[in-house]
């Protein structure tokens, strides 16, 4: 398939949330909204997306680019740059396994240009923010012209490289639920070399203990199931059980159950099964040792 | 068919105003090779994967061939042409001719200002930081190591002249 | 040169191009623009192996925009290839792999162009095809090329092997695979053709082997070779990939059809799809040593993946046939080495053709001999080390032989003997360290290979020189003036080279093979005597005195122990011309001398002179992930006599970084001959994080057959690099990988494996 040119498309730029919302209603079927581009500009050059009739660029839509600090809750604009996610001192607060998963997301261009909703919307089950936000139990805002409603982020994610969204919708809003006191993090991601790679396994944990014991543990997994997910029987496992080597390895077996890894070009699934393990027992281990105050 | 419109940037470009119109489906490393012949970013791959087409965009490196060019209203953007001239070279393309880190020169353009946003930010780099800095850089011939060295004392002069 | 050493050799003299390119005014082929200027694209075929039974393109002519549209049936003389002739500009009647062209469009612009191939149909009756060249030697299976699918048996038959193990205490034998790889030069495939009555067809383009291209074009366009002019333009990188014929059949024609310039640019795809690659190799070895280490006997048995043509494939072949046993002292050897046809991407030269493939192998079947008797594997190594007065296989006797200094060094620096030191701060981090070493030819295999020069003197004492080489990135051209000034007794600054015009400069065989400082620059020595000789006659003359009463020196002919009397070169050069009638114009060429390989036996001499490596890695791999870490290479090369430091130092760092992509992550991954990952998302080259430290040691010799004892380093930088960390990864963990690349992935189902079997 050559590669150079993208075939012509009508373009919008709106400035307001509304004025987009209604162009959505009206035509969404027949395009595609843009942020920064880095995924869906390479899509309409390889022609994995084909030809679009229209293209609704939502980056001057400046009421979409923030991060609030309310407390207890964070709220992330869907525009809000990899690169500032990562700059941001509020976000390495709050949510550090999300300010640890921008940091070191695939290449210094692609962060200066990539935004949080964009790396969402992709539905890639590699994300890299994914797993953070899920294992931080992030909801997701999605409105249209008609109003707006609120998702639990596993729902966003409805099958391979396809979310929850409505062609008249737009994910307008993060909800990120802070860190909360007690708890450690972690986020890990394995690669085929040192340099950036699309991750062929990439785990986020939270967890709290009391006394010597698993209180709270959660943990989001990706690039093993057709979805970013979190490994719930893992973590009813874990509960209540005391923080041991031993039970956190039989944990991460447990996990095993709970993905449906593939083998494709860059891995098998025979390795992101095994490794998506080692993932999990480090992070957990991680998690652990960041406990505030332990 | 779809009716091609065009779209009115306006945007500073190497330091001077400059307003024209782009059709959207035209990517800036169009536009500044083939439209405003400034040759000097490179097309490697042309799907911001080698990163050749490296410019600063409000001084961060971006890949070129990835933004299309309609997004770069209001914005300031850098490209190699503009950083040094002959007679005034930035300390980075010095330490890159006197050290012989320059050997095809494909990867130069973009590695260089990815280097220049680095010590705009980090006037002292460490290795690690510099590795990370041109991670998105792809060179073929040096290894990067004379990359490495030459950008690690360009930031030696830069911090000398602060 | 003076008492205190030479003026300009040895020294970093900084290059000519960077300052350009530093700029971003180095005009590369994509960046030339003519006026009317069209675009052009080609149609390869959608399946690896097929008939084509039908081939329309009208609509795509009637495309508004569309100027010219070709197929095989516009080309005078449709084949071509360097070894054997068995490419096709366009495919006629069957398409072999799956970069096969069969149309070329030129087109106002881009967007046009590749339009216009959507309009183009094809009907394609599929043929059964073959992907492993172990399945195609088979008697049943489908054949690429009429004359069958082994393209080609190259034999070194050295003693008696079974004599050999016969003697031997113990008996080694192992198998190996190293993988296709892509050269992943920054810039793409680019040319542009212009063709008009005043100068014919001119076409810029990045070719190594210009002069090679330049007569197979001639014999493709059935047209006078001198009609035809190749500039070679600043290239953005080569590495092999740019050898032989690619783009410039197709815009030369089309230029020709449409008499307006034609530029085309290969895309990322279409590099990893439709360019030459690096053949694939499955290799056996079985190794009779005595129990003190000795190596006794050794044969070597080996399928090379050929593609769909063979391009430059026996060449290579050869070459790794005569570097598979090692550089070793080997009394019986024997090595069978076949090139065979596939229905996939072709294989063609890439920086260190074969050698790197063999080399991977043989130095990861020398550490496994090592573990296996207990030895040191730099021990082992050293035992059995070529050195001067040895033979080789093809029974060629070497000179000048460097490997035991570069071994010595090499472990000096890396504490060798030293206990290693092995901790890393994690349970599942181990450290280990690896040896390899290697040796490497300079010049064409076993076949003539000239560069010729000219030089001539100015009246003004500078000089321009004329040399046919081609500067692929790497800085020959400073190389050479630097040469060329040396010789000459001028500034370096006094030095104009015109490289690579193959109207203007005179041939030369190509800028591969690690052969132009050694070559080129042995003919700009020698033209640069003959120019030298005749301002001497001059001198002499004017001076009254003998000529053997000169010497030259800092842009002035004096007479030794008289310094006061002498002639600037200018005033010679002028004087010549002007006074004498005899303008200052010398020629010369140098072939590196080498014998044709007997084809039963490989008994010969391939090669003029070699040139010898060690490399050390330090590895640190993670049990959990398999992720290889790279942390350190020692590198220890003998080049002869560095020219210019610092860009032999540019060699070596960027040839371990291509070593390091050999060792564990880069391989072109084809299924039923379609390649997957024809981009550098997933075909993954090393990045700057993943690039170690490097401490680059030239071993500097004195190589008599030299340009001021200089030999080459271009391809050797990238040979040991792989199997050092192979041996490297097998210190830390136990396991041996003989399947390159060792990704995360192998290593961590081979650690797996271990613990299976308990």
Known sequence: MVLLKIKPFKYFQPSSLTELLTLLEKFGGEGKIIAGGTELVVQLKTREVPPLKYIFDIENISELDYIRDEGETLRIGPIVKHRTLKASPVIREKAFILAEAVHSLATPQIRNMGTIGGNLCSASPAADTAPPLMALGAKLKIQNTKGERIVSIEDFFASVKRTALEKSELLTEIIVPREPNGYGGAFMKVGRRLGHDISLANVAVMVRLKKNLVDDVRIALGSVAPTPVRAIKTEAFLKGKEYTEKNIRRASETASTEIRPISDIRASAEYRRDVVKSLIEMSIQKAAERIRGS | ?162 | MTEAGYRLVGKSIPKTDSMDKVLGAARYTDDLEFPEMLYAKLLRTKYPHAKILRLDATRAERLPGVKAVITAKDVPFNTFGYNFKDQVVFAQDKVRYMGDPIVAVAAENEEIAEEALEFIDVEYEVLPAVFDPREALKPDAPKVHEGGNLCFHRKIRFGNVEEGFRLSDKIVEDSFSTQKMEHCHLEPHTGVAVFNDQEGLTIWTTCAMLFNVHGELARILKIPSSKIRLIHTTCGGGFGGKNEVSLEPYIALLAMKTRRPVKMVWTREEEFKGSTTRHSYFLEYKTGVKKDGTLVSREVKMISDNGAYTQLGESQITKASIFAPGPYKIPHVRVDGYLVYTNNTVGGAMRGFGVPQVTAAVETHMDHIAEILGVNPLELRLKNALESGECIATGQMLHNVQLKETLLKAGEVAGWDKPHKRETGAPHIKRGRGIACMFYPIGFTEKPNPSAAVVKVNPDGSAVVLVGSADMGQGSNTVLSQIAAEELGIPFDSIAIVSGDTKITPHCSGTVASRVTYATGNAIRRAAAKAKRMLFEIAAEELSVSTEALKLEDGSVYVKNMPEKCISIGTLASTSYQLRGKPVIATAHFNPPNTPLDPETGQGNPFPTYIYATQIAEVEVNMKTGLARVLKIIAAHDVGKAINPQLVRGQITGGILMGLGQALMEEIILKEGCTLNPNFRDYLIPTAMDAPEVDAIIVESDEPTGPFGAKGVGEASNIATAPAIINAIHDAVGIRIVELPATPEKILLALREVVKRG
């Open chain 2, 1 to 162: 068919m779809v009716k091609e419109d065009f779209v009115e940037i306006e945007f500073t470009l190497n330091g001077s105003p400059i307003k024209l119109e782009v059709k959207p489906n035209e990517t800036l490393l169009d536009l500044l090779r083939y439209r405003l012949k400034l040759t000097g970013s490179k097309r490697g791959c042309n799907r911001g994967e080698c990163g050749a087409c490296t410019v600063l965009m409000n001084g961060k490196p971006v890949d070129s061939c990835l933004m299309l060019a309609s997004k770069v209203n209001g914005k300031d953007v850098l490209t190699i042409e503009g950083l040094g001239s002959p007679g005034m070279l930035h300390p980075l393309q010095e330490a890159f001719i006197v050290n012989n880190t320059v050997q095809c020169g494909f990867c130069t353009p973009g590695i260089i200002m990815s280097a220049k946003a680095l010590l705009d930010e980090n006037p002292n780099p460490s290795r690690e930081d510099i590795q990370e800095a041109i991670s998105g850089n792809l060179c073929r011939c040096t290894g990067y190591l004379p990359i490495m060295e030459a950008i690690l004392e360009a930031s030696r002069k830069t911090s000398e002249n602060r």
